[in-house]
């Protein structure tokens, strides 16, 4: 192979990369990516606090024989909710303060 074969390679490869990079970006900036993944983060953690514990107090009324049912899930799934919401305020207020937010 010469050195000129070896060149246009490496230029079809740097082109190719470049059209890749320009595909995943789909238009939006860096910092858009990632507030967009910080907001799924936030709505993943809520609906999951909201989940685990309802599903802790449907344990308490099916499993304790405290006779509850159904106002242990109930009392949990406000308890996730709070929970929830609590957690979302939270890392909606550490993404407010970041100076590095430039959306």
Known sequence: MTDSSKNNGGDSLDRRIAEAQAK????????????????WAVGIE?????????????ALDNWSGAGTRPWG???CMVLGFAAGTR??????????TDP???V
């Open 46 to 58: 809520f609906v999951g606090a909201v989940l685990v514990l309802g599903f802790a107090g449907w």
């Open 24 to 39: 995943h970006d789909r238009g939006i900036s860096r910092a858009e990516g990632a507030a967009e993944s910080r907001g």
């Open 100 to 102: 590095g937010n430039d």
């Open 87 to 96: 957690r979302a305020m939270q890392t909606s207020r550490q993404f407010d």
């Open 73 to 75: 899930m109930i009392v």
